[in-house]
């Protein structure tokens, strides 16, 4: 892989086909045989080398070095037809638009049986190939009970018409916290770091992506800022989608709304999880996980209200991307309490003192949030009573906090009035 993502080609293919040699279905040895082959102007057998890749990357269920392959194939103008029926009809294309994790790269020992000069290597490979191809129809199919969608052969045409390939070195970085998303990404091969800003310059990892991981599809679905930076670990092959196409897919195509979604969902609540912030880091993992996988995700819109002054709170809000203003009232006038952004929490004075709420909340960004309802909070204390404590102290400390606030607005003004 390290050979492929630099560009040294004929490496790429020593190493390819001499795993090749020992794993007939090693789609991904298959794949960087063929496009390093295409590479070099060798396009027959690069050809049939993808074909290798495929098939058994559908048979095997492996979704990114699938999306590789076909879209190699199509940059380098080879025949995508009957890839495509062989994908509709096998139901190739997980639920998630992520797969299970393909085998680890092989470290090979035995390159020495393929150190021959370019022009003796090419005999060796086709026999190689040979015997890939009559391996690859009998390749092990991997379980279909449940995960997987039936698209059929023009919706498979669509989603590869948008997608890309990119290879990416170590220390590159991918997507940046703060920035607009403007693409979702699929690991076909490699390794990359999520961090987050911890502040004063500094970054904490809070994931690992490996191959077979989707990420990016948050801010596309959110039109937030990027909740993180993802940095290259590990030589990478990336497919990538971007928003344009994205939005222009979506409309006609459900099943991606859907899965992009869920996804989105999943991986907001394993990022707090891990992370434990704020009031969250009170709880033990246990209930901490319980109560976020309890709660809603909702996308809220820039200058949406979801807290109103005077009402009941729908809930318990964690927010998880965006940020959010508080508002308290000095008479008619809107005082600036509190800016909160991911892993702060509100409602909380409602939802947990049972109560009006006293102050408005509002977004100044597109903000992803977790929604724990009144009515789910109210069970879940009821089974994990140990969840009150952090929340009903956070309450009472927000609580005496914008009663200072307030009072020290009321003496600025007075202090006007008399001057």
């Known amino acids: 892989m390290v050979a492929l993502t630099q560009g040294e080609n004929e490496e790429a293919i020593r190493w390819a086909f001499a795993v090749l040699a020992d794993d007939s279905y090693a789609a991904m040895a298959a794949l960087v045989g063929g496009i390093a082959l295409s590479r070099l102007g060798q396009h027959a057998m690069g050809e049939r080398a993808l074909d290798v890749a495929i098939r058994v990357a559908v048979r095997r269920r492996l979704f990114p070095t699938l999306l ?16 495509v029926d062989r994908i509709a009809a096998t139901r190739a294309l997980p639920d998630a638009l992520a797969s299970s994790p393909p085998p680890p790269l092989v470290t090979v020992d035995n390159t020495k049986r393929l150190s021959m000069p370019g022009v003796k290597l090419f005999p060796v490979v086709e026999g190689i190939l040979v015997d890939s191809l009559k391996a690859a129809h ?14 059929s052969v023009n919706e498979v045409m669509a989603l590869i018409r948008e997608l890309s390939v990119e290879y990416v070195l170590p220390d590159a970085v991918v997507t940046q916290e703060g920035e607009p998303g403007d693409a979702v990404y699929w690991v076909a091969r490699g ?12 970054t904490r990892r809070v994931a690992l992506l490996n191959a077979g991981s989707m990420f990016g599809e948050l801010a596309l679905l959110t039109h937030a800022p990027r909740v993180a930076t993802v940095r290259v670990a590990r030589p990478t092959v990336l497919v990538r989608m971007p928003k344009a196409a994205l939005r222009r897919l979506l409309p006609d195509h459900a099943w991606l709304s859907e ?3 869920e996804t989105a969902r999943s991986r907001l609540l394993a990022n707090m999880v891990s992370s ?6 009170a709880l033990s993992h246990e209930t901490r996980v319980a109560l976020l996988q309890a709660c809603e995700m909702r996308i809220l819109e820039r200058g949406q209200r979801f807290v109103t002054s005077g009402q009941m709170a729908e809930g318990l809000w964690l927010v998880a991307s965006g940020q959010v203003s508080v508002f308290g009232k000095d008479a008619d006038d809107p005082v600036l309490l509190a800016t909160l952004g991911p892993g702060d929490v509100t409602g909380e004075v409602s939802t947990v003192l049972v109560r009006e709420a006293s102050v408005d909340v509002v977004c100044v960004t597109p903000v992803v949030a977790l929604l724990l309802t009144r009515e789910t909070w109210n069970r879940f204390v009821e089974s994990r009573p140990d969840v009150v404590a952090p929340f009903y102290m956070l309450s009472l400390q927000r609580l005496e906090q914008a009663g200072a606030m307030m009072r020290a607005s009321y003496v600025d003004v007075v202090d006007d009035v008399v001057v």
Do not use: F
Request: overall charge negative; glycine content about 16%; charged content about 25%.
């Open 68 to 83: 590789v392959g076909m879209l190699e194939c199509r940059a380098n103008g080879y025949d995508l037809s009957a890839h």
């Open 138 to 151: 009998d390749a092990p199919r991997a379980s279909t009970a449940t995960g997987w969608i039936e698209l």
């Open 191 to 202: 390794q990359l770091d999520v961090l987050r800003s911890v502040g004063e310059g500094k």
């Open 259 to 261: 899965r992009l979604v």
């Open 276 to 281: 434990g912030e704020g009031v969250l880091g």
